[in-house]
């Protein structure tokens, strides 16, 4: 019985150190440049606090896609694997509904967000976090929490969203 506890401590302090990564070659890094790991500035915090994470925007986020076109109909198939991938991936900060653990919980997120914010935001979360306004209110709001990176190709960032797309159709 003991060691059954201590093995489930054990995971639950793994899982808490994956969802907030600090990271010490992180830190060097941001150190060398000048910048803080701990997140955005302290003065960018009170304006990030004025956004309201909830309002829908059509901001496109900070990263690499832009104007991502997705079809009137969901991509069974698409969204199939999607789910495979968010219940790997994303389920120990994130859930499909609107509760809220580590991270926000993510129902209607394909309502208030573009394609191009979502897959910036799985595919870039760091980058996001400290140049895109709601990622950064989302940060704060979270106690500073980073998103850790869980390293998703282009094709499984896409395959995450079409699965949150039918989620939100639901």
């Known amino acids: 019985m003991k060691s059954v506890l201590v093995i489930v401590v054990l995971l639950v302090g793994i899982t808490l150190f994956s969802c907030h990564s600090n990271s010490s070659s992180e830190s060097n890094n941001n150190a060398a440049s000048g910048s803080s790991a701990s997140g955005p500035s302290a003065a960018s915090a009170g304006a990030s606090a004025a956004i309201d994470v909830n309002a ?22 698409m969204a199939e694997e999607g ?34 914010w979502i897959m910036n935001m799985i595919t870039n979360p760091d980058t996001m976090t400290h140049h895109d306004p709601v990622a950064e209110a989302l940060f704060n709001q979270f106690n500073q929490t980073q998103m850790t990176n869980q390293g998703l190709s282009d094709q499984e960032a896409r395959e995450v969203l079409e699965f949150l797309r039918q989620n939100d159709a639901k």
């Open 83 to 116: 789910q495979e991938v968010f219940q790997t991936k994303c389920t120990v900060c994130h859930q499909a509904t609107d509760q809220k653990l580590i991270g926000p919980g993510l129902k209607g997120i394909t309502k208030i967000r573009t394609p191009a």
């Open 56 to 77: 829908p925007s059509n901001s496109e986020g900070v990263g690499r896609f832009s104007h991502v076109q997705v079809g009137n109909t969901i991509d069974p198939k």
